[in-house]
C-alpha cells in the first residue's frame, strides 16, 4: 500500500475541514495511507519567506527531516505547503554549501536534512501513485453534466524550475483530473493568473480586484464551479465573492470548490461526510447537477 | 558595502544584477496591469541604482503578489520574486515591518502556526470524522527561530 507522512500546515485544520475531510477520504478509497506525524509546524510559506528567507528554509527542512526519520515520503494538500517544502527540498539537495548552512541551524534543534524523500503535492499523488487509469475506474459517480473551470493557482506550479509539477505555461494535470471524474472541463480568459490571495490582508483592494477577474471569467466562460487547489485561493475566490458584492457591488454566484472534493463526490462520498457548509458560497448548484 | 552588494550577498538577492531592464517582468505581473504603484522593472531599478531608502520605506516591494510569473520568463533568470523576497527581508532588518506581517511573525513564535487552530475547532474535528491533531513542534521550532535571529525581528518590530 502506497504511505504518505501527510502534511497538513495551518490554514486547513484552522478553517477548511472540506479540504482535509474530502482529502482523507479520497486517498483512502484510492488506496493511500496517510500518517500524521507529530512535532512539525509551520512549513513557512511566502509571508514568512517575506520576513526571513533563511529561516524559512530552515523551518521546511525541519519538518522534512521529521519525514526522513519516519522513512516516508511527503504529500501536502496546501500548495503554499507545497511550495516552501518543495522549494526547500530541491534547493538543499542540489547545494552543499546552503544544506551545511542549514543544517547548522538545525542542529540546534537536534534535527539534520538528509535529502532522501520526495516531496509531492496531492494532485501528483493522484498521477503517478494512484494513476488516472484507477482513478477512472474507481468512479461511482460520475460528475457527468458538470462543467469545471481549472485553477492551479501560482505555487503550485511555480517556480517550476523548483517544484516540477508540471508547465507553468501549459499545465494539464488539473484539467486531466477533471475529465477523469467525468467531468467537462470549461477554459477561461487568464486561466493561470494569480487569485490575489497573498495580497490580502496588505492591500485588500488589490486582492478583490484580481479575485473579482477570476470569478468574473469563469462565470462569463458558463462554468458551473471553480475547481482549486490550495486554501488561499479557495478563501480569495469563496469568501471574496460576498467581499466583492459588499465592496465592488458585483454579485456572482460562482461555487468554489477543492478538487479533491469533486473527488470525493465522484468516488462515491455522501455530501454530508464534506463540511460543505464551510462554503460561502453554496454548493447545492454543484450538487443538484449530480442528480 | 553599497545598497546593490548589499541585496545580491543577501539570500534570494544573488542574481539582481544580471537585469537589463526589458521589462518582460513588468508585462507579466498580474498588479502592476492594476495598479501604478507596482512595477518590478521599476524595484529592481531603483534597487540597483542604490535607492535604499525609497525602496526600503515605501510600500512597492510589499505589492508584490508572489505568483513568480516574472521570474519563470525573465530572459535573464533573474529570479525576481526571490530578489523582492530579499528586499522586504532587508526592509525588516531595518524596523520597516508592515502589521500584518508582524501578526505573522507573533503567531509563528507563539503556536508555530501562522494561522491559530482554536479550541473549538480542535475539539470538533472528531464529530466530523477527522483524527486528533498531533502536537506541533514549538519547542524545536523556537530553537531555530532563535538561531536564525527571527526572534530578535519580532523585538524589534516591538519596541517601535
Not at chain 1, 91 to 105: G, P, Q
Not at chain 1, 206 to 219: G, I
Request: some cysteine; proline content about 4%.
Amino acid at each position: 500500500m502506497t504511505k504518505y507522512a501527510l502534511f497538513l500546515g495551518c490554514t486547513i485544520p484552522a478553517r477548511q475541514p472540506n479540504y482535509e475531510l474530502s482529502a482523507r477520504k479520497s486517498l483512502e478509497k484510492l488506496g493511500v495511507e496517510l500518517v500524521d506525524l507529530a512535532n512539525m509546524t509551520c512549513c513557512c510559506p511566502p509571508p514568512i519567506q517575506s520576513i526571513d528567507l533563511e529561516t524559512s528554509l530552515a523551518v521546511a527542512a525541519y519538518n522534512i527531516s521529521i519525514a526522513e526519520e519516519a522513512g516516508l515520503d511527503i504529500v501536502t494538500l496546501c500548495s503554499g505547503c507545497f511550495e516552501s517544502l518543495a522549494m526547500a527540498n530541491t534547493m538543499l539537495k542540489n547545494d552543499e554549501a546552503l544544506k551545511s548552512r542549514v543544517n547548522m541551524i538545525l542542529s540546534k534543534a537536534g534535527k539534520n536534512f538528509q535529502g532522501n524523500i520526495k516531496v509531492k503535492h496531492f494532485l501528483q499523488v493522484l498521477t503517478q501513485d494512484v494513476g488516472i487509469k484507477h482513478l477512472k475506474q474507481s468512479v461511482s459517480k460520475p460528475l457527468s453534466s458538470l462543467k469545471v473551470a481549472a485553477f492551479y493557482g501560482c505555487h503550485a506550479l511555480r517556480p517550476s524550475e523548483l517544484l516540477e509539477l508540471d508547465d507553468p505555461e501549459r499545465p494539464s494535470i488539473l484539467e486531466n483530473l477533471i475529465e477523469a471524474i467525468g467531468a467537462k472541463n470549461v477554459e477561461y480568459r487568464n486561466k493561470l493568473k494569480c487569485c490575489g490571495g497573498l495580497l490580502r490582508g496588505f492591500s485588500d483592494d488589490l486582492a478583490l480586484d484580481l479575485a473579482r477577474e477570476k470569478v468574473a471569467n469563469t462565470s462569463k466562460a458558463g462554468a458551473d464551479c471553480i475547481a482549486t487547489l490550495c486554501p488561499f485561493c479557495f478563501v480569495a475566490l469563496d469568501i471574496g465573492q460576498i467581499q466583492i458584492r459588499a465592496k465592488l457591488k458585483e454579485s456572482y454566484d460562482m461555487p468554489v470548490l477543492h478538487y479533491s472534493e469533486l473527488l470525493a463526490l465522484a468516488l462515491g462520498v455522501s455530501p454530508k461526510e464534506l463540511a460543505l457548509e464551510t462554503h460561502k458560497i453554496k454548493t447545492d448548484k454543484v450538487l443538484s447537477k449530480m442528480l | 558595502m553599497g545598497f546593490s552588494d548589499a541585496v545580491t550577498s543577501h539570500l534570494g538577492g544573488e542574481t539582481m544584477t544580471l537585469c537589463y531592464q526589458c521589462g518582460t517582468c513588468a508585462s507579466s505581473c498580474p498588479v502592476a496591469k492594476i495598479t501604478p504603484s507596482f512595477n518590478p522593472r521599476e524595484v529592481i531599478k531603483l534597487s540597483l541604482l542604490g535607492a535604499k531608502d525609497e525602496i526600503l520605506s515605501g510600500d512597492a516591494i510589499w505589492l508584490c503578489c508572489s505568483c513568480y510569473n516574472c521570474q519563470e520568463r525573465c530572459p535573464q533568470r533573474v529570479q525576481i520574486a526571490d530578489v523582492i523576497y530579499a528586499l522586504r527581508n532587508i526592509a525588516i532588518e531595518k524596523g520597516h515591518i508592515p502589521n500584518i506581517y508582524s501578526e505573522f511573525a507573533s503567531a509563528l513564535l507563539n503556536d508555530g502556526r501562522i494561522v491559530n487552530v482554536s479550541q473549538f475547532v480542535e475539539n470538533k474535528r472528531e464529530s466530523i470524522g477527522l483524527p486528533p491533531l498531533q502536537p506541533v513542534g514549538v519547542e524545536a521550532l523556537r530553537k531555530i527561530l532563535s538561531a536564525t535571529k527571527f526572534n530578535k525581528l519580532q523585538k524589534q518590530e516591538k519596541s517601535q
